[in-house]
């Protein structure tokens, strides 16, 4: 299954020609059931800017039929209402809710809804299953998952008593509507909570009220308050879901159950199937970087691009609105460039290998020049921290190894040669350690500790001005060496920009847990002799705290490279394997013509 997401690829409130070439690639790819993004069965729900409004998609919906439909995808419409987790800002009208709670994200409160308001609900729901039937779908899901307005209803986190009534009958006004087509539910079986809220057992007693209406059940986790345990970062354990699955598959009764929560691994879901965990498989990460999945593994032709379970660019939930991607699989814009049958790439970090497989398999001869006795560049350092990082350059290799790519290590006079080089050359020589900027007498970045730098003994302090992944990174990987680890940050909490990939809660949990001292709202002012002084941002209050050596997680500097020539990653700017990635094959492409 290729699960809902948000994708932010509508236009106004309905599926764009976008979105028809994004589910159109993953029905080419083998996908055996697409679930297309949650359309809002109400004008009173209006989660995120380009949000789907299903009364706006009878002719996305049409179009992706088409597409999609010739290749054996089973298609079904997302149909759903997040009620109080919602958001005003659009609508300008208020949320409903089933009780006056307000959401824990945003404070706002809801309208208590009222009989007029769940027959609204019902109708809405049954009017969006009729547009959806009658657009060639063969069905719709119903989100009943940690942001749904019917699963506010069950748990008694928002509603009490929890009351199955509204889904219930939902259902049944569904199921009129549309006969033999599919009925499918994504239910949120555990949300997390100690205090209370949906449990396994609860979630048991539903399934057996909602059974005999429903032909298929998503089991997920997630709620209220842990909306980010249903899609989690690379910190969570893929899998995580099956014991809960196989739990509830007992409860279904013979209606097929589908497996969800960071499945990317073929071997793992072939496994869950085999072990009757699960009747079918959602695999949407890995779809998302692997469009072709299913037909690539039945042909055994090459590895399937793997999922890092990053979150770094399909979770796009998020104020800018950008639209869905993938690390490992960037789209890129159109290019223009000039044919060339020789390419030196100099640099084999992810952005050289990217821009090296890429031009071979255009039929280019390709030679990449490392200064390392390694390739992989600032990825695979980051990976002895998080080691799931490690497979795209992993799989970035062995496809240049399959292409006949020529890579040339420990290479220390690359610039001559490239002056030397009759044709196109790419430069990929990523970044440099920027000085930092406060009087320090032991210092590494994050980069030379990772890399197998040696540390003093003493306590480490972790200094973070970015709030990216890598300070938590870091700070959790020294600690599991039973180091003593502070981490520093100008931010009111550690890792700011986690809050994009669904981690922040969970990294400042985990750092917590694991007794690493987290100083916010400071700033490093010097390590001299043993100790660090650290000054509030606000009070400029000073603090000094023992400190053996400083971990400095400030971006790098770009490596110096002669003026117009074709640079991408870390040597245009230091960011991310996103941009990284993309450049390498835009660079690509443009040499490709």
Known sequence: MFGPHETNLCVGRALSPAHVDYYAARARGGAGVIVTEVASVHPSDWPYERAPLAADCFLGWQAIVAACRPHGAILLAGLGHTGLQGSSAYSQSVLWGPASVPDPATRELPMVMGPAEV??????FAAAARLAADSGMAGVEIDVGPRSLLRQFLSDLTNTPADPGPLLAVLRAVRAVLGGGILALRLTCDEMASWGGITPSSAAETIRLVAPLVDLLTVVRGGLMSVDDYRPGMAAEPGFNRDLCRQLRIAADGV???????????????????AGTADLVEMTRAQIAEPDLVAVLRSGSRAPRPCLLCNQACLVRDVRN???????????????????QEVLVIGAGVAGLEAARVLAAGGVQVTVLERQDRVGGMLLTAAASRPRLALLPDWLLARCRDLGVRIELGVLDSAQRAKNFDGPVIWATGSTARPVGFPCDSVLTAAEVLAGAPLPSGPVLVNDPIGGPEG????????????????VTPDPVVGVGLARAGDLVGANVRLQRAGITRHVYAELRSVTGGFAVIEDRHTKAVTTVSCAVVVDCT???????????????????????????????????????
């Open 555 to 593: 971006p790098g500097l770009p490596l110096e490279v002669s003026a117009g020539q074709n640079r991408v990653g870390d040597c245009v700017a230091p960011r991310t394997a996103l941009e990284a990635v993309r450049e390498g094959r835009q660079a690509a492409a443009a040499v490709l013509g």
């Open 472 to 487: 938590v990174a870091v700070a959790e990987w020294l600690k599991a060496q039973d180091r003593e680890v502070a981490i």
């Open 119 to 124: 027959e609204a609900l019902v109708g809405g």
């Open 256 to 274: 097929p159950v589908v497996l969800q929560g960071s499945i990317v691994d073929p071997a793992m879901a072939a496994a869950a199937l085999a």
């Open 322 to 340: 950008p639209l869905v991607d993938c690390v490992v699989n960037p789209r890129v814009r159109a290019v223009v460039g000039t044919a060339a």
